[in-house]
């Protein structure tokens, strides 16, 4: 069983919109927590890292939050863009050990 | 930020045949190198974790005699996939690690390899 859950598990939504992408974990011991945006034939990049002590952590148009009591952590975007389409990847880390989400593919409509 | 390269970044091949994918810290040294692979709509699944100078850790399921892997230098790590076949046509994404200027680990992405094999 994966230990990182994500969901929903693709979004679409017009282009200026918000949404919230959801990540629970059961991963542990906890080191940290990362999303990564990839791009359709591309490698990920880091959006976030967030350690136990972090609640919330923000990029540009992008927040992440992480609940560590609860395991749960969030992203949301911010006035989405059409360069948003992506997949976007929770990462949770057990020390040097990292466990991949499945992804969310979020598609940004004109 | 740090950057990952990889070369090439898509290879066709013949069946049987082999090939190499290299994987390159640029701006910092990278004394671990992983492996991943990619398969379409799909999570990246750790193939093999390589150290520099050491033998390469290969997670389960994956055959060490048919991705080979040379982690040679602190920038350095390749890939090799021996006698291609069309299942091992696929994603190969190549991540290295590295501690930051404030001493946090961090583990950077190469931009993919796209392999197909015919």
């Known amino acids: 069983k994966n230990q990182v859950e994500q969901s929903p598990q693709s979004l679409i939504i017009l282009e200026g919109k918000n949404c919230t992408l959801q990540?629970?974990?059961?991963?542990?011991?906890?080191?940290?927590l990362r999303w990564y945006k990839q791009d359709t034939g591309r490698g990920p990049v880091s959006l976030t890292i967030m350690t136990f002590s972090e609640n919330t952590k923000s990029n540009g148009r992008y927040t992440a939050t992480l609940d560590a009591d609860t395991k749960q952590s969030s992203l949301h975007i911010t006035a989405s863009q059409l360069s948003d389409s992506a997949s976007y990847i929770c990462?949770?880390?057990?020390?040097?050990?990292?466990?991949f989400g499945a992804g969310t593919r979020l598609t940004v409509k004109p | 930020g740090a950057v990952v390269s990889q070369h090439p970044s898509r290879v066709i091949c013949k069946s049987g045949t082999s090939v190499k994918i290299e994987c390159r810290s640029l701006d910092f040294q990278a004394t671990t190198m992983f492996w991943y692979r990619q398969f379409p709509k799909q999570s990246l699944m750790l193939m093999a974790t390589s150290n520099e100078g050491s033998k390469a850790t290969y997670e389960q399921g994956v055959e060490k005699d048919k991705f080979l892997i040379n982690h040679a230098s602190l920038t350095l790590s390749t890939l090799t996939v021996t006698s291609a076949h069309p299942e091992d046509s696929s994603f190969y994404i190549c991540s290295a690690r590295s501690a930051g200027p404030s001493g946090k680990v961090e583990q950077f992405f190469g931009p993919g390899t796209r392999l197909t094999v015919l």
């Open positions: 990462v949770v880390s057990a020390y040097y050990d990292m466990r």
């Open positions: 990540c629970n974990y059961t991963v542990s011991p906890f080191s940290n």
